[in-house]
């Protein structure tokens, strides 16, 4: 069932360069600017790389937009304009937790994509990021021409082992060791160094995102609305197991297209990012 939500008029303000975006990986994608936008009762704040066709990203669960600088860096000299805003909770983003659902995080998003952009974008998102995308498409079609899944689960479940691990991982406090002995077994395949992920956790966001799975029926975002979908799923996955992105192509052959990335979990970004890159460069052009 599609929920109107109501959004109110989207204010944007200019606040200047982050300067923490200004790495080797993306010295050559200036322009690089940062934004604030109101979306109801949640203000999202935001960053923009590049110029040119727009394309927003939306993260993995309980993480922030950091983990899209490499690849944001990467689309931005190839053309691109990258709006990444951080989710409620992160990175001065602010707004209600309590209670939510994919559709309000859906409106975030759309918010973001009429203030910056007013029309339709390709959209980006990895593990519960790409939730939002498919919700986002289905609530808001007119702002999207394309979605780009990374690690596609929903459909079919892990095995009963892995989600007693993301569970501990989720709801317990864990030591740094413990947390990355688990992100090691959960999020990358075996041989690919987690160390990247040894930061840039937010768990209580990440607490909100997983009640908000409870409270959003699969049949409200499972099949992204009718927008050509390019899902790049890790063959080494155990949280969001490959063949959720195959019946999602068995279901709309016509508009789903698999690339499955080998020496790759569900972390995907840190592990493969040139392979992803090249992916998402020639589905965009084709």
């Not at 029309?119 to 702002?143: K, M, S, W, Y």
């Not at 740094?176 to 002995?181: G, Q, S, T």
């Not at 160390?195 to 409270?215: E, L, S």
């Not at 790049?232 to 949280?239: A, F, K, T």
Request: with cysteine.
């Amino acid at each position: 069932m599609k929920r109107t939500l109501g959004i109110a008029a989207a204010c944007v303000l200019l606040i200047g360069s982050d300067a923490a975006w200004r790495t080797d990986a993306i010295a050559q994608a200036e322009p690089i600017r940062r934004l604030s936008v109101r979306a109801g009762s949640a203000t999202i704040r935001l960053t923009i790389v590049g110029r040119g066709e727009a394309i927003i990203c939306i993260p993995s669960r309980g993480r922030g937009i950091e983990d899209f600088r490499e690849l944001a860096g990467r689309l931005a000299r190839a053309g691109y304009q990258v709006i990444l805003p951080q989710p409620r909770g992160i990175g001065g983003s602010t707004g209600p937790l309590e209670s939510i659902t994919y559709h309000d995080l859906a409106a975030d998003v759309a918010a973001t994509i009429k203030s910056v952009v007013n029309g339709p974008v390709v959209v980006v998102g990895h593990d519960f990021g790409n939730r939002i995308a498919r919700t986002l498409a289905a609530d808001h079609p007119e702002l999207v021409k394309r979605l780009i899944l990374l690690s596609a689960g929903g459909m079919v479940p892990r095995a009963a082992a892995i989600e007693s691990l993301t569970t501990r991982l989720w709801e317990t406090p864990l030591s740094r060791e413990d947390r990355m002995a688990v992100v090691r077994q959960t999020f990358f395949a075996p041989g690919n160094n987690p160390d990247v992920w040894k930061g840039g956790w937010h768990f209580d966001v990440a607490r909100a995102q997983r009640a908000a799975d409870a409270r959003t029926p699969l049949r409200e975002w499972w099949a992204g609305g009718s927008a050509p979908i390019l899902v790049l799923q890790g063959r080494d996955d155990v949280i969001a197991v490959p063949e959720n992105a195959r019946r999602l192509a068995a279901e709309f052959p016509k508009r789903v297209t698999v690339i499955e990335i080998p020496q790759a979990g569900h972390a995907l970004l840190p592990e493969q990012p040139e392979q992803i890159a090249n992916a998402i460069l020639a589905y965009l052009r084709r």
